[in-house]
């Protein structure tokens, strides 16, 4: 989780790393040596366990508008780390405050689904958060697949636990559960705030859900729905797939653009072809995409970059020899970092070299790995297991990737100020680096010209787990009157900016980006006629973004290829075009030395 709130000037921001100490802290059972003792909750009493603490280990979080960390569920560990392990998931909130420096539970209102491991926690425009039942526990031995699902859902107001007033909403019930919303067992939930709601099945819909079945779900906020109607499928909300559970250890991420609105993209999981298949989901014309990229991927990360691309880093080819392959690229190799630009279609595979211009690789990052986009526009990436390893014994180690995008793209545009244009045109300073949703902004900047239409955006601060970031969104402002230091952006309208922490990065016309500023965007004043409405230009029907889709270079099929032989056919250090007929581009890139 990237903390908006402490020392955040410093070149790459501070990540919150939730050490062992952190993730037991304020636990209603916390962990103590020796002291084992039996659960006062159901069902561990009934069945006679041990208890030995809570911990926020798979677990659910985002980062609140105000800036704290709010996590959800975890693990009530019983005989831990024994072949009869039992985890039971929990039921109450705990929130990390970064100017305390601690964490605070809540468990005078518990939450009403009762008991949840792996539960997803996503923002809500009004400044909620939704929150999936996923399992209500997992044991090796005791509870497995279907039995331990609790596919509930329900909603916590922050406003409201602060008053000291029951914050818990029921938006699906036991009676009204939905199967469709189930996590896999390497995988959350997906939510998705929709940058413009959708009226289909007889109500708005302001959400989207997707779980391990690969099937799109739209939800509606409005509470005069009742529970069996909150949830629409679509008619073609099946992701393209040859498994049952099309989204099983996936990647996933959410786009906004616009030319196409609202989008997803889904990458790798289940088998075959699906491994390697880059699927994007257009929320307006109900309709599926597919990419190839060549490289197969289990719980592959996927990171939004300044400039609204993805780039899709780490994951699992289950059919490659890792040991073979240890420090020499494979065939299919998912330590090859992909970028896939949702406006051109296009596909960049990178080709990664140490620091010291060596071409040692970095090592395989699978289940439990995570990946975030830092405030020098690099990407950390970490933890994951290997061939060599499983849970409880993944990589004790984080790396920075700088990308291609910050090599032979001249120099950075520097940030120098924000103002805000009031309606008569006057400016105002904002060096606390607060405004309104909807607000029109002057930014002045030296260095590099700026993209005239990538030129500035904002990139949600990271909530990351289980290659999953559960808070990330990309909100490019609109800009107007370019010039060689100065230009005004606007804002655009909730929903397609949430209120909360943003990076605000500019991006050189080059493609180069500024070191981020955190800034804080508050709920526009006028957001009562503007609510639901969409954000401007954004703001697309179904029959824009298809005639603007015409004007798209239309991706091919990505040849599959052994990356090995890449390698060995392009000089290091080069950008090269692999395929002149091909979306797909092979560039150079850098990984720097580990941290332990």
């Keep these: 989780v990237v903390d908006p709130l402490k020392d955040l000037t410093q070149d790459d921001g501070l990540l919150v790393v939730n050490s062992k100490n952190r993730v037991f802290e304020d636990a209603e059972y916390p962990f103590e040596e020796q002291m084992q003792r039996f659960s006062s909750t159901n069902p561990a009493k009934e069945e006679g366990l041990l208890i030995d603490g809570d911990s926020i280990y798979c677990g659910g979080h985002t980062t609140l508008e105000d800036g704290r960390i709010f996590y959800i569920g975890g693990a009530r560990y019983s005989k831990m780390s024994t072949a009869s392990e039992h985890e039971y998931g929990l039921d109450y909130v705990r929130l990390y405050n970064q100017e305390t420096g601690r964490m605070s539970n809540y468990l005078t209102h518990r939450m009403p689904l009762g008991t949840s491991w792996y539960p997803t926690a996503g923002r809500l425009p009004d400044g909620r958060v939704m929150i999936t039942g996923a399992y209500s526990a997992f044991s090796t031995d005791a509870c497995f697949g279907v039995a331990c699902l609790n596919p509930q859902i329900n909603i916590f107001d922050p406003a409201k636990a602060d008053a000291g007033e029951d914050p818990w909403y029921v938006y699906l019930d036991k009676t009204h559960e939905n199967h469709a919303i189930d996590p896999g067992l390497r995988e959350y939930t997906r939510i998705f705030s929709l940058p413009t709601p959708i009226d289909v099945g007889g109500y708005v819909r302001e959400l989207l859900l997707l779980g391990k079945e690969g099937a799109v779900l739209l939800g509606t906020l409005d509470e005069s729905c009742p529970m069996a109607q909150r949830l629409y499928s679509p008619a073609n909300s099946l992701r393209p797939s040859e498994c049952i559970d099309g989204s099983d250890q996936s990647t996933f991420a959410p786009l906004i653009t616009p030319q196409h609105g609202g989008e997803l993209i889904v990458m790798g999981g289940c088998r075959g072809e699906t491994l390697q298949s880059l699927s994007i989901y257009n929320i ?44 020499t690229p494979g065939p299919m190799d998912p330590r090859f970092p992909q970028i896939f630009d949702p406006e051109t279609r296009e596909l960049y595979t990178e080709m990664p ?8 690789m970095d090592v395989f990052r699978g289940y439990h790995n995570n990946a975030a986009l830092l ?15 499983d849970v409880g014994c993944e990589n004790s180690n984080i790396r920075r990737y700088k990308p291609s995008y910050l090599f032979n793209h001249g120099a950075r545009p520097i940030l120098d100020g924000i103002a805000i244009v009031s309606e008569t045109g006057d400016l105002r300073s904002s060096e606390a680096y607060e405004f309104e949703s909807d607000s029109k902004l002057y930014l002045s900047f030296s ?34 009157d370019v010039g060689t230091n100065s230009a005004t952006a606007k804002v655009p309208n909730e929903p397609v900016i949430l209120a909360g922490f943003y990076w605000l ?10 070191q981020g500023q955190v800034v804080k965007i508050l709920h526009s004043s006028s957001n009562g006629e503007n609510s639901n409405k969409g954000g401007g230009d954004y703001c697309l029907d ?11 270079v239309l991706a091919t099929l990505v040849v599959a290829i052994f990356v090995y032989y890449c390698m060995w056919h392009f000089k290091k250090n080069k950008r090269r075009v692999y395929s002149a007929t091909s979306n797909n581009y092979l560039i150079s890139a850098q990984i720097e030395e580990d941290v332990e």
């Design 284 to 327: 307006h014309r109900d309709e599926w995409e597919t990419i190839s990229t060549g490289i197969n991927r289990h719980v592959p990360a996927s990171v939004l970059l300044p400039d609204g691309r993805v780039m899709i880093v780490n994951g699992v080819n289950p059919d490659m020899d890792q040991i073979r392959y240890w420090s």
């Design 353 to 360: 070299h140490s620091k010291d211009g060596s071409d040692a």
């Design 375 to 389: 405030g020098d526009g690099s990407i950390y990436v970490g933890g994951g297991f290997n061939q060599l390893g």
């Design 447 to 480: 260095g590099a010209h700026l993209h005239t239409v990538k030129g500035a955006a904002l990139l949600a601060v990271q909530a990351l787990t289980h290659s999953y970031g559960q808070n990330q969104r990309y909100v490019r402002l609109l800009l107007e």
């Design 505 to 514: 990065f500019l991006v050189s016309d080059k493609g180069m980006p500024s």
């Design 542 to 552: 179904a029959a824009t973004i298809a005639g603007g889709a015409l004007g798209l």
